[in-house]
């Protein structure tokens, strides 16, 4: 029962350790009035308003928009150290380009604690210009990480925040090209019933007819860029202003299209010639160069023209073409080559998404061999001749989110995995002490400067090194996790501190506070090793009365109850009054940081010099913390003689945090494991019961005076039998 009562009580401390998401009802439109137009979008003189589809507000510029704003935590949900959203909003153009990047809103404590706003804001806006094309193609890899030191999550979670969310919005406006994602929801369709016939201008002129047009100069010029000599040695005949190639497309399968080009009769055709699922475009062209070439009169294949749609392309076969006579529309000019090319149904092709066709340019370099150049034709259907439907909304896919954080911590674990490694085998260590703490004491000195040894590792590589030392802010996002839920994703974006909480709630089942407190904690590890040089130059020590120490023992448990308490009420504004722990100062940021901040911490080590871990003992919120479920623990490790206490106070005149009554009983709340009552609890010189011991038998011959080394007296629990002489 009391193991059962003990795991479940670990299990809800471990998560009531870990961070929480806090949700914010902040949103794009609130935070638009202070922002200017222009800091998104240069030139940009207004904003309009945010859509009801899509949470996006363009961005205007003499009343045309030129770019579309939006809110990070609008499209992704990862949350920051804090566990909350670091709100970002940025602006987007219709080539999928960041043109203006704002801060606008954090949580973040790494911020909070000294690394200037200015520095933040500044990396933030350095987004500006990021190809989110590019991005979309490599996974988020196409850009340099910029890393702060000291706030390598922050920057993490916004660059993620960042790259997604621009990405989603992209895809969701169908900018740059990218194609929407949506899980569920109606695609696009052509407007079948639509047949609105046009003429050549109108067409033209919306985007139904796309053209490509180079002249002689351009060729020629084209290929000198390619440096090939055999190639630039060969020009094109005639004058550069010449035509070389007029080329135009059209979707005529769309049939308000096909019906103004090819006419009523000549589209009847064509749609007898379609089976379902095909498609046709109609290649128009003039000038000295073919599109057609005359390879297909031998090979059946068109080889100077293919259609490209996303990954897919399409090669033109004789049996997929038929000559037209000529375009129906009046006002059309005269073409040479006239041609219906039709796109298979297993193509795979879209009509409703942007498409190009790739002309082929070859010239001959010698008797048999070729170079070549590729010009491309865009082609894009224009929205009329669509059927109107919603436009398409984000979907909340929740695995694709879960995968997403789930691989911005992985990221981070995988980066700092030297780091991982290091900690594991610090814990490891520590472990098998406190398992085997009495062989661990039987050398006072070699314990001694092990211990010594350990506390700097903790210094400076948990501390000063990995900036993983423990908060009560860690504790206090619990109120967050009260109100909206517990996620495991904030938490883990800190690898060294993760690891710390779950050890540190296991510990307490069998240790209490001390394995953290006395071993783990970097502050508490900076005031022992100062305190010890104090000794060393003799600075006198300052032992408190029994009963004033004991009263001052609630302060830390009033401070940490108060700044819980105030949580529930604004958690930034206990995250401001924590700054009664001096970790951030001395630990996160090397005293690095505004003078009453640096004098306080400084203060505090200084009374340390005199008495040992003062901040510890006294006024500590997290130590308080953890001394609250250190009740629970199953298991009493320290040894004591009936002695202890009465009448021996060897062990509590030695304690170094006078956390032993003078009755003898330790006082598992303020102990911090430090050990050295299991060192004197074996000390031949100090300890009374095992110097009478050992004079007791000295005065019967059975043993020595002095026991061999490392070996405890007789009668001692873990002394083995020994013979009579």
């Known amino acids: 029962m009391v193991v059962s009562r003990a795991i479940h009580f670990l299990l809800a401390f471990t998560l009531s350790c870990l961070m929480a998401i806090n949700a914010h009802a902040d ?5 638009l009035p202070d922002i200017e137009p222009a800091d998104l979008a240069p030139g940009a003189d207004a904003f309009g308003p945010v859509r009801d589809d899509v949470k996006v507000a363009p961005v205007l510029k003499g009343g045309e928009t030129v770019a579309w704003a939006f809110l990070t935590s609008d499209f992704v949900g990862t949350t920051g150290y804090s566990g909350k959203p670091i709100h970002v909003v940025a602006a987007i153009d219709n080539d999928a380009v960041l043109t203006g990047v704002q801060l606008v809103k954090h949580s973040e404590p790494i911020v909070l604690i000294g690394i200037p706003n200015s520095r933040m804001v500044e990396l933030t806006e350095g987004y500006a210009g990021l190809d989110l094309k590019v991005e979309a193609e490599t996974g988020g890899e196409g850009h340099d990480l910029d890393i702060i030191s000291g706030a390598t999550v922050t920057i993490m979670v916004i660059d993620d925040s960042l790259v997604r969310g621009g990405i989603k919005v992209a895809r969701a406006l169908g900018l740059g090209g990218l194609s929407p994602l949506q899980a569920d929801g109606p695609k696009r369709e052509v407007d079948m019933a639509q047949n609105t016939v046009y003429d050549w201008s109108t067409l033209s002129g919306d985007g139904s007819i796309r053209r490509l047009t180079l002249d002689v100069g351009q060729v020629n010029a084209a290929f000198e860029a390619t440096g090939d000599q055999r190639a630039i040695k060969r020009p094109e005949p005639g004058e550069p202003d010449d035509t070389f190639i007029d080329m135009h497309m059209a979707l005529v399968s769309v049939p308000s299209i096909g019906k103004s080009l090819l006419g009523d009769a000549e589209y009847q055709n064509l749609v007898n010639w379609l089976d379902e699922g095909e498609q046709a475009i109609l290649v128009l062209g003039r000038g000295a160069y073919s599109f ?32 037209l006579g000529k375009v129906a529309a009046p006002d059309a000019p005269s073409f040479t080559e006239l041609d219906i090319f039709k796109i298979p149904a297993d193509a795979e092709f879209d009509p409703t998404e942007p498409f190009r066709l790739q002309l082929l340019v070859q010239r001959a370099v010698g008797a048999v061999e070729k170079t070549f150049l590729t010009f491309d034709l865009g082609y894009k259907l224009p929205d009329r001749y669509l059927l109107p439907v919603a436009a398409p909304k984000i979907v909340d896919d929740a695995t694709g989110e879960a995968a997403a954080k789930a691989a911005l911590w992985q990221r981070i674990w995988k980066d700092r995995t030297v ?16 398992f085997f703490q009495f062989h661990a004491t039987m050398n006072a000195r ?22 993983a030392q423990l908060s009560v802010v860690n504790l206090m996002a619990l109120a967050g996790s009260l109100r909206t839920g517990f996620s495991w994703d904030a938490f883990l974006l800190d690898p060294l501190v993760f690891i710390q909480w779950f050890a540190v709630a296991a510990a307490l089942l069998f240790w209490g506070r001390g394995a953290y407190c006395g071993w783990l904690c970097p502050f508490g590890a900076l005031q022992e090793l100062t305190n010890k040089i104090a000794r060393a130059l003799k600075v006198p020590q300052w032992t408190l009365p029994w009963g004033l120490n004991e009263r001052l023992w609630p302060a830390k448990y009033m401070i940490f109850l108060g700044l819980f308490g105030l949580s529930f009420i604004s958690i930034p504004l206990a995250e401001k009054y924590a700054e009664v722990e001096p970790f951030k100062t001395a630990i996160i940021l090397k005293f690095m940081r505004d003078w009453p901040f640096v004098v306080f911490a400084l203060a505090l080590l200084g009374i340390g010099l005199f008495i040992e871990r003062f901040y510890c003992r006294y006024l500590c919120p997290l130590g308080g913390a953890l001394a609250i479920p250190a009740r629970i623990r199953m298991f009493d490790w320290l040894r004591r003689y009936k002695d202890c206490g009465t009448p021996c106070q060897t062990c509590a005149n030695e304690c170094p945090v006078q956390a032993i009554h003078p009755t003898g009983e330790i006082n598992p709340n ?8 299991q060192v004197l609890y074996q000390s031949e010189d100090k300890c009374p019961v095992v110097i009478r011991q050992l004079k007791r038998r000295a005065k019967t011959g059975s043993v020595q005076m002095k026991t061999p080394l490392g070996q405890p007296p007789a009668n001692h629990p873990n002394a083995k039998p020994q013979s009579v002489s």
């Open 27 to 31: 949103s794009l439109a609130s935070f």
């Open 292 to 323: 057609k070439g005359s390879g297909y009169v031998r090979g059946g294949i068109f080889d100077r023209i293919q259609l490209i749609q996303g990954d897919n392309s399409v090669r033109f076969f004789d049996k997929q073409q038929v000559r």
């Open 419 to 434: 780091e991982i490694a290091v900690l594991g085998v610090m814990l490891l260590v520590l472990t098998a002490t406190f």
């Open 446 to 467: 070699v314990f001694y400067w092990f211990r010594i040894g350990y506390l700097t590792m903790t210094l400076f590589f948990i501390g000063w090194y990995a900036n």
């Open 670 to 677: 303020e102990c911090v494991t430090c050990l050295h009552c």
